[in-house]
């Protein structure tokens, strides 16, 4: 029986990432520029496959921005390239939006070590799955997003299993409908790109699509957190020269003042642009800013205005 349903789980054939692309026949003979002209015009079919899922990343958006709001996690899980792609998405949600980094995580098949190179026999084992995502303890405040192209990862399948089974809200990613993995999940996320240019490499079109959808929820859930001022990350972490620069001119913008009056409110906000910007919007001190930026949970749009109506 159990190696019924495994032959279910693994048989590929059928999805329509692992079918052969009529697009890319023959791709061995043409020339480098008739090669990046097919795998362009495949890449452009991605995002219309994204905009088809719209109404579910939305939903899973909301889900995420409750859940962190409550103090509680986002944790990713993935094998090969779709855990790849959430480690990135996780490492880069500290110095965008100065989250702790503990609050958006990645759980991927192999471990770190996986992250620079293959360790894809990983991904056919359920147990190192509930394995890994246990010593996360996922819980009822937490939303753990499965990532699988095929939708049949044993991994991925059996870490989000898990964690539903703990009361965490459960999100499943895949380029295939009606998978396991979306089976799984409370919302299903399915963005079908189809066939690759190179078959079953599904680190092209069906990465690329992963890539984009993260980058709607960790922004997304952010944004609605209040981590993001109009289109501006105001939440920006001043963790080296550049980041420093780009703060000042984020406070430029968002305010509407000159560089040098910029950078005065930087060091009287102890180099804070969201404390910053609640002094210059609201006319209040460093602490009352920083006051009603805690009392507000962070969200500076609503810090502005609640200082705002104080004054009033």
Do not use: W
């Not at 995420?64 to 390239?81: C, E, F, H, P, S």
């Not at 968002?254 to 930087?266: F, L, P, V």
């Not at 006319?283 to 006051?291: E, I, K």
């Amino acid at each position: 029986m159990k190696d019924t349903v495994r032959r279910k789980i693994t048989d590929l054939s059928g999805l329509s990432t692992e079918q052969t692309n009529p697009a890319s026949n023959d791709l061995d003979l043409k020339s480098s520029l008739e090669i990046v002209r097919i795998i362009n015009s495949e890449d452009a079919k991605v995002a219309a496959a994204v905009e088809r899922a719209l109404p579910e990343i939305a939903k899973a958006i909301d889900v995420i921005a409750t859940a962190l709001q409550n103090g509680g996690r986002l944790i990713y899980v993935g094998t090969g390239t779709s855990g790849r792609i959430a480690a990135l998405d996780a490492a880069e949600c500290p110095p965008t939006f100065s989250t702790n980094p503990k609050t958006v995580q990645f759980v991927i098949a192999g471990g770190v070590k996986a992250l620079g190179a293959a360790v894809e026999a990983n991904e056919d084992s359920r147990k190192f799955g509930e394995a890994a995502i246990a010593k996360k303890k996922p819980g009822k405040s937490d939303v753990v997003v499965g990532i699988a192209a095929s939708g049949r990862t044993p991994f991925t399948i059996a870490a989000l299993t898990y964690a539903r089974r703990k009361g965490a809200k459960t999100i499943a990613l895949a380029c295939n409908p009606n998978s396991p993995l979306g089976k799984a999940a409370e919302i299903e996320i399915v963005v079908e790109v189809g066939p690759e240019v190179i078959s079953g490499s599904t680190r092209m079109k069906a990465g690329s699509a992963q890539k984009m959808v993260l980058n709607m929820l960790s922004s997304g859930a952010m944004t609605k957190l209040g981590y993001v001022y109009g289109n501006l990350m105001v939440n920006v972490a001043l963790k080296n020269e550049k980041l420093a620069e780009r703060a000042v001119i984020i406070l430029q913008r968002a305010a509407g003042i000159t560089r040098a009056k910029a950078e005065q409110a930087m060091k009287a906000a102890g180099n804070s642009v969201p404390v910053a910007l609640v002094m210059l919007k609201a006319g209040v001190t460093q602490s009352r800013a920083t006051q009603v930026l805690k009392t507000n949970r962070g969200h500076v749009r609503n810090a502005i205005a609640a200082a705002n109506s104080e004054s009033a």
